[in-house]
């Protein structure tokens, strides 16, 4: 069965890389791809649950970065701790 969920999965590369795609292309290469016809409604369903994704995806990555970036102190030997910054900006 072709759910919303399975096209959304088939179209996120194409959503990422074209946020703006016409549904009716997403509509005719899912068409061509798996030889069923798709609602317009279902794809806009699709799509919308594909940008969430990767959308999601951005925003987790963020909150490891602010997590991971807090993490400032190396100990240095027993005695000794020091402060060490991170350019997550370079990575």
Known sequence: MYT???IAKEI???VESNPEIPLTSIQ???Q???QIQV????VSKAK???KQKIHGAETMF???KVEASQLKVVMVD???YQEVGIDWDAM
């Open 4 to 6: 919303r969920t399975f």
């Open 12 to 14: 996120q590369p194409m």
């Open 28 to 30: 005719d290469v899912i």
């Open 32 to 34: 061509k791809k798996h």
């Open 39 to 42: 609602s317009l409604h279902k």
């Open 48 to 50: 919308k649950l594909a």
């Open 62 to 64: 963020k909150a490891i």
């Open 78 to 80: 027993a005695t000794k």
